[in-house]
């Protein structure tokens, strides 16, 4: 159980173009939705929190208008990045979280998304 | 303010031998979560363990061992008879505000 999938699990892209990424909690239903986004060989960074049916929150740092999410189900939250660029080359990871399942504590994680922008 | 440090960046060990990957922790919540997690070439994370502020047990599972010590803010994790497939990146976590905050990571390269 807590499965968690992305898709695509790689992508490459010409700069000024924008890239759709999913992230689906396969057996059962996400309350919160979480992305990351990791740099070659550094740590996994929150880029942002999301709700169902809300707005997601940023951290800091983070341009909301370039990396657009949207969590329209408990099952499903897309990250699209707008306007891509050779620096938002990155491997982008989500999670899932589920109170009913494991309480506030615990992520499962999706299996990345590595996004190369040309 | 909370933070995780993982002072090795990268180990290598020869196969078979032990390996302890330190991770020592910063929070001023009472309560709180620490995590590891390998990340293996592949990208996908994997879940090692979970362990909470109030449960100081030590956790042994098979090769791995993880060992929690409140006194001196630190959840180090022992990898006994070290493999090949274990050469991966560790990272230990802390929980903060409902979220995760990692640590840099650890590289582990076991040589065979």
């Known amino acids: 159980g807590a499965v968690v999938s992305q898709h695509p699990s790689w992508v490459i892209c010409k700069s000024g173009t924008s890239v759709k990424i999913e992230c689906r909690s396969l057996?059962?239903?996400?309350?919160?939705m979480f992305w990351y986004r990791q740099f070659p060989k550094q740590s996994l960074m929150l880029m942002a929190t999301?709700?169902?049916?809300?707005?997601?929150?940023?951290e800091q740092g983070v341009e909301k208008d370039k990396f657009l999410i949207n969590h329209a189900s408990l099952t499903l939250s897309t990250l699209t990045v707008t306007s891509a660029h050779p620096e938002d080359s990155s491997f982008y990871i989500c999670?899932?979280?589920?109170?009913?399942?494991?309480?506030?504590?615990?992520?499962?994680f999706g299996p990345g998304t590595r996004l190369t922008v040309l | 303010a909370q933070k995780v440090t993982q002072a090795q960046t990268e180990i290598s060990v020869v196969e078979k031998e032990d390996v302890t990957l330190d991770c020592v922790y910063e929070t001023r919540d009472t309560t709180y979560y620490l995590f590891w997690y390998k990340q293996p070439p592949s990208g996908e994370l994997v879940f090692l363990i979970r362990?909470?502020?109030?449960?100081?047990q030590n956790e042994i599972s098979g090769r791995y061992s993880w060992n929690f010590q409140k006194s001196t803010s630190s959840f180090n994790f022992t990898i006994t008879a070290s493999q090949v497939v274990d050469s991966a990146v560790y990272f230990c976590?802390?929980?903060?505000?409902?979220?995760?905050?990692f640590g840099t990571g650890t590289r582990l390269t076991v040589i065979p």
């Open positions: 057996d059962f239903q996400a309350t919160t």
């Open positions: 362990r909470n502020s109030f449960d100081e």
């Open positions: 976590a802390l929980t903060w505000a409902n979220n995760l905050f």
């Open positions: 999301s709700n169902e049916g809300s707005k997601a929150t940023y």
């Open positions: 999670s899932a979280r589920s109170f009913r399942l494991a309480g506030y504590n615990e992520q499962f």
